[in-house]
């Protein structure tokens, strides 16, 4: 069974293989924090702008595109700013543990990737990781969470042959 159940709206996401990219970007975020990957499963959608800017005023009030957002499943963070997360229970592989949903709009991060003279599997890659790191209950609002965020962004990267996106 996959780890992540990849949803396509928006067709180009299959030309560029999203169902592949996620799995490989979701298993090595999974592995490397010391979880079973088939205790877990997640929902991923590839959509367009128009669709996640719809989702970011429904769930956030803001009604712009945006380019990953995501819904854990339930609330995971840690009630001290710089400590990780407890991480949750696996399921069984006949019955895995939802981490929740994660989205990823084409034209905001195909411009982005663009912009700062990435390879687009490169920076689709780190998005994948850091949204599956916001299901685990990882954050970024606080500095010193940010820092943590940020150190495991780039080694799960790194594992994957993807460069310090910071």
């Known amino acids: 069974m996959d780890l992540v159940e990849t949803i396509v709206e928006d067709e180009r996401w299959e030309a560029f293989g999203l169902a592949t990219v ?26 367009d702008d128009a669709r996640i ?10 009604p712009q595109p945006t380019n990953v957002l995501s819904w854990p499943s339930e609330e995971r963070a840690s009630e001290c700013v710089g400590e ?10 006949d019955e895995p543990d939802s981490l929740g949903d994660i989205a990823l709009a084409w034209e905001t ?14 920076h689709v890659t780190h998005l994948i990781v850091h949204g599956v790191l916001h299901l685990l209950g990882y954050d970024h609002i606080e500095d010193e969470d940010a820092a943590l965020m940020e150190a495991l962004e780039v080694r799960i990267l790194a594992s994957l042959g993807v460069s310090d996106p910071y």
Request: charged share 20%.
């Open 53 to 62: 800017a719809e989702l970011n005023a429904d769930f956030r009030g803001k």
């Open 22 to 47: 996620a799995e490989r970007a979701g298993r090595a975020a999974i592995s490397a924090l010391g979880l079973p990957v088939e205790g877990f499963q997640i929902s991923l959608m590839g959509c």
């Open 84 to 93: 990780a997360p407890d991480l949750p229970a696996p399921g069984t592989a």
């Open 109 to 122: 991060c195909s411009h982005e990737a663009s912009e700062q003279g990435k390879p687009m599997v490169d």
